[in-house]
Structures are given as C-alpha cells and as structure tokens.
C-alpha cells in the first residue's frame, strides 16, 4: 500500500510538472514589450515657413554614442552655397568636437544599401557658442556646392543628451553671389 500510494504521488507530481511548466515558462513573454517604432514624425509648426528636411541616425536612444546624417537633397538646394548653418537647439546638451563633425557627398541608404559618406567635401568648420546658449555649426566648404544631382550631409558624431525627447534643427544657406543667408529647412531627430 506505501509503495502505491508512493506512485500515486510522483504521478500526480509528473501531471502537475506537465500543465503548470507550460504556463511558467510562458510568463516572461506576456510581460515583454519590446521598442515599438512609430511612423510618425512631429514637425512643430506644420503650416508655417518650416520645410521638413531628411535625416538619418545610427542610435536613438539617449546617452549613447551616436552618428547623425543631416541630409542636404538637391531639391533642397536652390542655389550653389557658399556657406551653412546648422542651428542645434539649447536643449540638445552634447559636448560637440570639430573633428567630430564632417561635410560629406552621401549616398543615401534604403532597402538595398546604407547610407555613406562616398567623398569628403573639403571645408572649414567653425562651432559657435552664443550668450542665449544657442550652438551652431558654420560650414565654408572651399568651392561652392553645386546645385546638381547629388546628396550631402553634415555628419555628426556626438553622445546623444542624457534627456530624452525631440529636438529640431534649423539649416541656413548663403547662395554664391549674396551676403545673406536663406532658410533651407528644419531636421527633427528623437532621442528615445
């Protein structure tokens, strides 16, 4: 009698092992929720002057080392520039080096490729620091960049800020030929 009650209860033990294991080891999959990417962009300002520019980042999530790729289309040059701007809002806190940072002919990535810098746009950089701590990043390639068929990019290497959120950048052009700069467009990069 001891040794059928003794196989009653290993039984017993081996059924419950069958329908409760199941169910354990399925608990950590109802609990994951993993990154889900929105395909949605938040311009501020839709129906204003704001022109919507294209943009490329390596890693959105925030304190890490990161590569952006702020893209110059030719639909987005009017005119052969001689001179860029690139506003980066006070609230986007990086440490910003001049070796750093690049003005580059890209070749923009997709389903096939990814995107590169193909060729080096030689030019002078200058990083500004403003009272209002307003930063800019000044680009004087050393012959104008044509309007023609081909991308470029500022490239930026930098730490993403320690907070998270959206932070738009605003571009400025000199076309060859005149003394003030004109609106080319506003980046708006997440940093989950």
Same mark, same amino acid.
């Given at each position: 009698?001891?040794?059928?009650?003794?196989?009653?209860?290993?039984?017993?033990?081996?059924?419950?092992?069958?329908? =409760?294991?199941?169910?354990?080891?399925?608990? *950590?999959?109802?609990?994951?929720?993993?990154?889900?990417?929105?395909?949605?962009?938040?311009? @501020?300002?839709?129906?204003? &002057?704001?022109?919507?520019?294209? @943009?490329?980042? +390596?890693?959105?999530? +925030?304190?890490?080392?990161?590569?952006?790729?702020?893209?110059?289309? #030719?639909?987005?040059?009017?005119?052969?520039?001689?001179?860029?701007?690139?506003?980066?809002?006070?609230?986007?806190?990086?440490?910003?080096?001049?070796?750093?940072?690049? $003005?580059?002919?890209?070749? =923009?990535?997709?389903?096939?490729?990814?995107?590169?810098?193909?060729?080096?746009?030689?030019?002078?950089?200058?990083?500004?620091?403003?009272?209002?701590?307003?930063?800019?990043? =000044? &680009?004087? #390639?050393?012959? *104008? &960049? #044509? $309007?023609?068929?081909?991308?470029?990019? =500022?490239?930026?290497?930098?730490?993403?800020?320690?907070?998270? !959120?959206?932070?738009?950048?605003?571009?400025? !052009?000199?076309?060859? !030929?005149?003394?003030?700069?004109?609106?080319?467009?506003? @980046?708006?990069?997440?940093?989950?």
């Amino acid at each position: 009698m001891f040794k059928r009650q003794k196989n009653l209860s290993l039984n017993l033990k081996i059924l419950n092992l069958f329908f =409760i294991s199941p169910f354990l080891l399925s608990i *950590p999959f109802f609990f994951y929720v993993g990154n889900v990417k929105a395909g949605l962009e938040f311009q @501020w300002d839709q129906d204003s &002057i704001y022109k919507k520019l294209k @943009w490329f980042q +390596k890693e959105s999530k +925030k304190n890490i080392r990161n590569t952006t790729y702020f893209f110059l289309r #030719p639909n987005d040059r009017k005119n052969n520039l001689i001179k860029i701007d690139l506003a980066i809002p006070k609230s986007f806190k990086s440490t910003l080096k001049q070796k750093n940072i690049k $003005f580059c002919k890209v070749e =923009i990535g997709g389903f096939e490729g990814r995107t590169k810098c193909l060729e080096n746009v030689p030019s002078d950089i200058e990083i500004l620091s403003e009272e209002s701590s307003l930063k800019k990043i =000044i &680009i004087y #390639p050393y012959s *104008p &960049i #044509p $309007f023609s068929k081909d991308n470029y990019a =500022i490239v930026l290497k930098a730490v993403n800020p320690r907070r998270s !959120g959206l932070y738009q950048f605003h571009s400025f !052009g000199q076309p060859a !030929g005149k003394t003030a700069l004109s609106y080319l467009g506003s @980046w708006t990069i997440v940093i989950d």
